[in-house]
């Protein structure tokens, strides 16, 4: 054969496949779980809320998109199965709440 011994190479792929997937889904839980609790779920119902006028604390900050956009790209490459419309929304608000309130005298250059 050329890549291996028969099923012992197919067992080594299959076990390396588990495992990876396994270990993306176990770091972007565990980021979202102890890193940014706001980033939790798909963000529409929270969205939708705010725009009706709710305030919910520390919703668009730097954590909540840098743990949702990584822990979304480690679920997907885990195979869980995530959807992608609704983070990505929470994800466009968080940019543009964040580039909203960038300060004005770094943009005075341009």
């Given at each position: 054969m050329f890549l291996g011994e028969g099923k012992t190479w197919y067992a080594s792929a299959y076990m390396f496949y588990v495992t990876f997937s396994m270990m993306c889904g176990m770091l972007a839980?565990?980021?979202?779980?102890?890193?940014a609790k706001k980033s939790m779920g798909s963000g529409i119902p929270e969205l939708m809320a705010i725009l009706q006028g709710v305030s919910i604390p520390d919703f668009f900050s730097y954590k909540?998109?840098?743990a949702k956009s990584f822990g979304v790209v480690l679920a997907v490459a885990g195979t869980l199965c995530v959807g992608k419309e609704g983070p990505l929304a929470?994800?466009?608000?968080?940019?543009a709440v964040l580039v909203l309130y960038l300060p004005l005298s770094a943009?005075?250059?341009f």
């Open positions: 839980g565990t980021m979202t779980i102890y890193w909540v998109l840098v929470h994800i466009g608000a968080c940019c943009l005075k250059q």
